[in-house]
């Protein structure tokens, strides 16, 4: 069992739709939790970062964390072609910089 | 401009042909990894550094090399490279834990060996 599993989608939606993308762990000793984004041809960026279970919001974006099932959750309101992109969370175990990545959700967004 | 530099950004070769990826961070950070990128796969880490001479394998290390001579550079070396390690690869930087985890990727180098 890979230690982060993510599906890899492809996920297209409309312009204005509410895209959910998910992420589950297998180890609960794990303790930080991020989305990256990554266009096309660039390298990931750091969209969100959260510590603890609950949500956490950041313009139309809202990461979500329930430890108990070991399940993050990105979510996109509004959704913008300028959104298009390829998503990653990322699993920090804490106490050192390793982070452990999902294989990432290509999302196309169209007008 | 707070960023991470790779060159090569596209690099064809053929097998057993010694290359080096060089990847440099003006953020003075103390910790840098190299990432490689699969379809299916997501990010590997290959090496990490959490300081000059302090080097380290990550998930992924046959077949590659390191060295942090400098802070800010922190090359990927292939000895002597083959079919299997064709991809996309990254450097990263950040800080030290506690401080933040955030890292930093730079734009990537596509790698073809034939």
């Known amino acids: 069992q890979k230690e982060v599993e993510q599906d890899p989608g492809p996920l297209s939606v409309p312009e204005g739709a509410i895209v959910s993308l998910n992420c589950t762990y297998s180890?609960?000793?794990?303790?930080?939790f991020m989305w990256y984004r990554q266009y096309s041809r660039k390298g990931p960026e750091l969209l969100m970062y959260t510590y603890s279970s609950g949500n956490k919001e950041d313009g139309r974006f809202t990461a979500q964390v329930d430890k108990s099932s070991k399940y993050i959750s990105l979510f996109i309101r509004d959704s913008q072609p300028s959104d298009s992109a390829t998503y990653l969370c990322a699993i920090a175990p804490g106490g050192y910089n390793k982070l452990i990545f999902g294989a990432g959700t290509r999302l196309a967004v169209h007008p | 401009e707070a960023q991470v530099t790779q060159n090569p950004r596209y690099l064809i070769t053929v097998t057993g042909k010694k290359l080096t990826v060089t990847c440099s961070q003006n953020m003075n950070h103390e910790y840098m990894s190299w990432y490689r990128q699969d379809p299916g796969l997501g990010l590997r880490q290959i090496y990490y550094?959490?300081?000059?001479?302090?080097?380290d394998k990550g998930d992924v290390p046959e077949g590659y090399k390191v060295s942090r001579k400098e802070k800010r550079n922190f090359p990927l070396i292939l000895e002597s490279p083959s079919p299997n390690q064709t991809s996309l690869y990254f450097c990263?930087?950040?800080?030290?834990?506690?401080?933040?985890?955030?890292?930093?990727f730079g734009p990537g180098t596509r790698l073809t060996v034939t």
């Open positions: 990263a930087s950040s800080s030290l834990p506690g401080e933040s985890y955030e890292q930093y």
């Open positions: 550094s959490m300081n000059v001479e302090v080097t």
């Open positions: 180890n609960s000793a794990f303790q930080y």
